[in-house]
């Protein structure tokens, strides 16, 4: 089998359950497993890029796209153990394995969101008026003040990945994320998904106006 050097590359490749990397978001790794320390080493002395894969559980394989990783910052403790902060960088799909040991490598290929002519800001303006609603309510709850993170980015495809790496418990939910190549797609989803939780928080809100009134009579 042969492919184009310019749109592929081997990748030393690291499958991690129930984790899902997004470009341009942080991942901080501990690295403590033989093989994956070899890796570490081993990237530290290139490019410094590995690909993240999400461990299929159900199937017990990994998935067959990802995000590439780009250490920023390590630092080596004992044992040889490493703690490493990473950097999503460009999706990609894995088209083979080349090796399996000892650990995994993937001739992979980089994929994008196919361009659109369609003007995506109402959108992401829509996304970020639920977001902040699902702040407001969740600080109401917690009777504690949240303040929205700084790094919320305004551009529809950066806001698309922030809000995906911002879904806490719902890895399966990200990776569908993940493979979307449609950034109006991917905020759809994300309007659907905030809409949902922006509603089951104002019921809880309600309940628990309804609590509190009855408490003072």
Same mark, same amino acid.
């Not at 799909?93 to 650990?103: C, F, I, M, N, Q």
């Not at 759809?188 to 809409?195: A, C, D, M, N, Y």
């Not at 809100?205 to 009579?217: E, M, N, Q, R, Y």
């Given at each position: 089998?042969?492919?184009s050097?310019?749109?592929?590359?081997?990748?030393p490749l690291?499958?991690?359950?129930g984790v899902?990397?997004?470009?341009?978001?942080p991942l901080p790794?501990?690295?403590?497993?033989?093989?994956?320390?070899?890796?570490?080493n081993?990237?530290?002395?290139?490019?410094?890029?590995?690909?993240?894969?999400?461990?299929d559980q159900e199937?017990?394989q990994?998935s067959?796209?990802g995000?590439c990783?780009?250490?920023?910052q390590f630092?080596?403790?004992?044992?040889?153990r490493m703690k490493?902060?990473?950097?999503?960088?460009?999706r990609f799909?894995?088209?083979?394995?080349?090796?399996?040991?000892?650990?995994r490598v993937?001739?992979? !290929?980089?994929?994008?969101?196919k361009?659109t002519?369609q003007? *995506?800001?109402?959108?992401?303006?829509?996304? =970020? &008026? #639920?977001?902040?609603?699902?702040v407001?309510?969740?600080?109401?709850l917690?009777d504690?003040d949240?303040?929205?993170?700084d790094?919320?980015?305004?551009?529809?495809?950066?806001?698309?990945y922030w809000?995906?790496?911002?879904l806490h418990?719902v890895?399966?939910?990200?990776?569908a994320?993940?493979?979307m190549?449609?950034t109006?797609?991917?905020l759809?989803? !994300?309007?659907?998904?905030?809409?949902s939780?922006?509603?089951h *928080?104002?019921?809880k809100?309600?309940?628990? =106006? &309804? #609590?509190?009134?009855?408490?003072?009579?």
């Open positions: 089998m042969t492919f050097s310019i749109a592929v590359r081997e990748l690291f499958p991690l359950p899902v990397l997004f470009p341009g978001r790794l501990h690295i403590f497993e033989y093989r994956y320390r070899i890796m570490m081993t990237i530290l002395e290139s490019d410094r890029r590995f690909g993240i894969l999400m461990w199937k017990n990994p067959n796209i995000c990783a780009e250490i920023v630092q080596r403790l004992p044992d040889d490493v902060l990473t950097l999503g960088q460009q799909r894995v088209l083979e394995y080349t090796r399996e040991k000892p650990y993937g001739l992979v !290929e980089w994929i994008e969101d361009p002519s003007d *995506l800001r109402p959108l992401g303006k829509e996304v =970020d &008026t #639920l977001l902040n609603d699902v407001r309510l969740s600080s109401k917690m504690q949240i303040e929205m993170p790094d919320v980015p305004e551009l529809p495809l950066e806001l698309s809000i995906a790496s911002n418990g890895p399966e939910e990200q990776q994320l993940l493979e190549q449609n109006e797609e991917r759809q989803r !994300e309007v659907e998904i905030l809409g939780t922006r509603s *928080l104002a019921a809100s309600v309940l628990k =106006d &309804t #609590l509190t009134d009855v408490d003072l009579d």
